[in-house]
């Protein structure tokens, strides 16, 4: 039986028995969920179902469900069945059905579908646990005992194999699993299921959610209260099954990974199975390179951070097998060819991203091989430094170098180090802590109330205060509406109005309100919240709304009280600030242009990776390996501005997801859709669809101008674009036209021709410093080799970075190396010093890209500058200083090389 027919075969056993097919979800949660950075589950997508906090869209469920888990990928490749990518069948009940039919679908399916013997299924059921007052799980033995399974081949377990809990508070409960008895000849007569050994292959787990775990009293035990509905989750692996079905001693013998295996051997001309060290590398190629093109496939791009840094470590872990097996560049393309071919068809994300994936695939083997073989070199050089130190240890520190400037994970380090027996001495941990706490350091200021409090505070008041808010906004500015609660912001309660003891909100105090009906927007998907105004129906009081928590499906408005008393029952008129709004308006549906200019000028890869949208500019970040050209921007602009003037309306449409699918909407980053969403379109949609709940413009023209400012590096493989439209965009230009003319004043000549005057005086500023180099023996260049320099630059979360000591006999000197320096480095961060007449010079140099990212060069040459006993300061983008002690330079310049590397990291 195929995986494919695995997979449908199951499917459609759970379908006709009243469950409802629904699509594996991504791989990215969504990003109301920020309990993992990956799907780790088959249940993980229906926790909110699970939790209560949603109705599910049918009381039976069952899916195919993509699934990524990090936990054992050191173990991928050393064994016959640990994964990192796999897909996970499931079965769902919420408050249906509960153990005695999921027991009946279990053993019917195994036996009827799968074809398994009865003698070769074993059982493992909960065994009970004192701490949790539970006895062993009778309930689940009797129905498996009317299956007709002997009692010997149900084996009980403790609680860590058959209790399932999420944490240590909320749903829980017993579990029970099936297991294949594979025979003698993968084990011993004593083993049992549950225990370390091959013979007994689990296969199916059934979670029977029935407890409520709850935290108890002091110094006491958590207490268990019995669930209001009980719910099922199931998990059986489609690949182990596969291998089950197929006969195969191990998953990558089988149909989805027997292609890729093969692909390995013609690649590097070598056979699996006749030694580990092939198979190992075989096998690890294998699995990640299915797990990159499916992270990639939902929109995960290599990075330094949070999920891209998982796919850049899945990435680089294969290549550098790849290496090991001498395979020629352009090999992870070719793997992820063969994964569209085996995996296309189940999922048709992989061709749609097709060019995409290869784009990532081709850059991140390219850039990675450089930084391989010089992370290689220099380890190879401390693995020697060791052994002739008769050391069976690399220190910490030396391994933390290799990671933080030279980008060499520390995974491949340890891993390295483990084949030649050496260990790390020290703790790693400890020092990336240390960095990310200088990274936080300079970010904890700040001064009233904690925003993080009061959106934690609205939550909860949203939550308590009865019915939710219906939102008017897509039809109205103005809704004559009723307030419905108010609570002080700040304290647990509100006070009470004079005489019936109604919550009420005095003049100058911050509240959170309820209305029944709200135009105000809260924030969400990068528009901002809207501003506005509410006012007693009668005009004898009046608030401003500063700020819209979103919940859920509710609201709650964060107000100030600037006149009178609102009381809560009482009618009131909100109204939202329109200029805000439509600027705001403007901006969104700009975006979406801007979206759709960006993937037809500079390829389908790119994807929204976050925005801001409010009523003073745009700012939008997508995935993209390297900056544009000025052509790619201008091209850009152009297209926006086209589609601006050809007045193409803007078009909200509720339909389902599976037809926005169909119509290629666009969908964001890590949001989770329900069933009927809410589709943007632009014209006719043949150039812009996307899901979106914010607000727009009803026609492109009222956008007026779009004007681009700027295009930089937001992260590694994420690129910022900030934009204006409409009176903001034509305030900029013509701000623009007051300088040029202010220019030409200055250069006694034309607007037009200023240009032209500033290009002569800068030829002639080279002309005098070249002879100013070639009139003495002095000259910087002279002394100072500037492209051996430039080249000792390593890249550092995206971006140059260098730290280094120059010999120059006149201080004066250091600033113009460094300005020669930056002129063949591209985002790079410089500090350079060097000793003369006794004292300490440092100067420093940093790209306006990385001043935005957070380095300035201020605080780069104090850090240096605090280690030589002196001091100095400058602009964000130049600074200098000096300091009383040379003997301390070296030091002084890692103290700054961190500094940079830390505010990159933060």
């Not at 000025?630 to 589609?643: I, K, S, T």
Request: charged letters at 25%.
């Amino acid at each position: 039986m195929t995986s494919d027919e695995i997979r449908e075969r199951y499917l459609s056993f759970f379908e006709e028995r009243g469950h409802r097919r629904i699509p594996s979800a991504s791989l990215v949660p969504s990003a109301h969920d920020p309990s993992a950075l990956l799907t780790v589950a088959g249940m993980h997508p229906l926790k909110p179902y699970f939790l209560g906090q949603e109705p599910p869209p049918a009381p039976r469920l069952t899916s195919c469900q993509k699934v990524f888990r990090t936990v054992d990928i050191d173990n991928v490749g050393n064994t016959a069945r640990h994964l990192t990518f796999f897909e996970m069948l499931g079965n769902f009940s919420f408050g249906d059905y509960f153990k005695r039919e999921a027991i009946e679908f279990a053993w019917d399916l195994s036996r009827e579908v799968f074809g398994l013997a009865d003698d070769d299924i074993w059982v493992t059921v909960f065994a009970g646990d004192e701490e949790l007052g539970l006895g062993p799980d009778q309930e689940a033995i009797d129905y498996w005992l009317a299956m007709g399974v002997p009692r010997e081949r149900i084996v009980e377990c403790s609680r860590s194999e058959n209790f399932w809990q999420a944490g240590p508070t909320g749903p829980c409960g017993p579990s029970s699993e099936l297991y294949l008895d594979r025979g003698l000849d993968f084990g011993s007569s004593s083993d049992l299921p549950g225990g370390e050994n091959e013979r007994f292959l689990e296969y199916w787990n059934l979670v029977f959610m029935q407890f409520d775990q709850r935290p108890g009293a002091a110094g006491q035990a958590s207490v268990l209260e019995p669930l209001p509905a009980n719910n099922i989750d199931t998990g059986l692996g489609l690949n182990r099954m596969a291998a089950i079905l197929q006969g195969k001693r191990s998953v990558f013998e089988t149909d989805q990974f027997l292609p890729l295996i093969e692909l390995g051997e013609e690649l590097s001309g070598r056979r699996y199975g006749e030694e580990f060290e092939t198979d190992r590398p075989l096998r690890i190629l294998a699995d990640h390179s299915r797990a990159m093109t499916f992270l990639l496939a939902d929109g995960v791009v290599p990075s330094n951070e949070d999920r891209g840094y998982v796919l850049r470590r899945v990435m680089r872990r294969a290549i550098q097998q790849g290496r090991a097996l001498e395979l020629a560049p352009g090999f992870l393309m070719r793997y992820g060819e063969r994964v569209r071919e085996v995996m296309g068809g189940a999922y048709p994300e992989l061709r749609e991203h097709a060019d995409a994936i290869d784009m990532w695939l081709s850059a991140e083997e390219e850039s990675f091989g450089r930084t391989l073989a010089q992370g290689l070199e220099l380890l190879q050089a401390g693995i020697e430094r060791a052994r002739e130190a008769g050391r069976s240890s690399v220190a910490a520190e030396e391994v933390f170098r290799l990671h933080d400037t030279y980008g060499f994970p520390y995974e491949m380090t340890r891993e390295l180090l483990g084949e030649e027996e050496l260990s790390i001495e020290g703790n790693f941990d400890r020092l990336m802590d240390e960095q990310r706490a200088r990274g936080r350091a300079g970010a904890r200021a700040g001064a009233g109330a904690d925003a993080a409090d009061v959106r934690e505070a609205a939550s909860s008041f949203a939550g308590e205060s009865g019915t939710p808010t219906r939102f008017t906004g897509y039809e109205t500015e103005e809704q004559l509406t009723t307030l419905g609660a108010l609570q002080s912001i700040g304290s647990n309660g509100a006070g009470g109005a004079p005489g019936d003891g109604a919550p009420s909100a005095p003049a100058g105090s911050r509240y959170l309100v309820k209305l029944a009906e709200s135009p105000f927007y809260a924030a969400g998907g990068g528009q901002v919240a809207d501003v506005g105004t509410i006012e007693c129906e009668g005009g004898d009081c009046r608030a401003r709304v500063e700020d819209v928590f979103r919940v859920g499906d509710d609201q709650a408005l964060a107000v100030v009280v600037e006149e009178g008393t609102l009381r809560a029952g009482e009618p009131v008129v909100a109204r939202v600030d329109h200029i805000a709004r439509h600027a705001t308006e403007a901006n969104h549906t700009a975006t979406h242009l801007l979206q759709a200019a960006l993937r037809e000028r500079v390829g389908s890869h790119v994807r929204q990776a976050g925005s801001y949208v409010g009523p003073d500019k745009l700012r939008f970040d997508f995935s993209h390996g390297q900056g544009l050209s000025a052509e790619e921007l201008r091209d850009v602009e152009d297209r926006v501005n086209e589609w601006i003037a050809r007045n193409d309306r803007v078009r909200p449409i509720t339909t389902t997801l599976d037809e926005a699918r169909r119509l290629g909407a666009m969908a964001l980053f890590g949001e989770k859709y329900g069933d009927v969403v809410r589709m943007v379109e632009v014209g006719n949609g043949e150039y812009s669809r996307e899901l979106c709940g914010g607000t727009h413009v009803r026609s492109t023209a009222e956008i007026g101008a779009f004007h681009i400012l700027s295009e930089t590096s937001s992260a590694a493989n994420v690129r910022r674009i900030e934009a204006l439209t409409g009176p903001a965009a034509v305030e900029f230009l013509r701000e623009r036209d007051r300088l040029l003319a202010d220019v030409a004043a200055t250069l006694r000549t034309r607007p037009e021709d200023a240009p032209n005057a500033v290009r002569a005086l800068a030829q002639d500023r080279r002309r005098l410093e070249k002879e100013l180099e070639d009139g003495g023996a002095e000259g910087a260049t002279s002394q100072v080799d500037v492209e051996k320099l430039a080249r000792q630059a390593a890249e550092v979360a995206g971006a140059q970075v260098l730290a280094a000591t120059v010999d120059v006999s006149d201080a004066k000197l250091l600033l113009d190396v460094a300005d020669r320096v930056k002129g063949r480095l591209q985002a790079a961060a410089i500090l350079l010093g060097t000793a003369a007449d006794g004292r300490v010079h440092l100067v420093s140099i940093v790209s306006p890209a990385l001043v935005e990212r957070g380095v300035k060069a201020g605080a780069v040459v104090k850090a240096a500058a605090q280690v030589v006993g002196g001091g100095g300061g400058g602009r964000d983008t130049m600074a200098q200083a000096g300091g009383r002690d040379p003997a301390k330079l070296g030091e002084a310049i890692d103290a700054g090389r961190k500094a940079i590397e830390s505010a990159l990291n933060g």
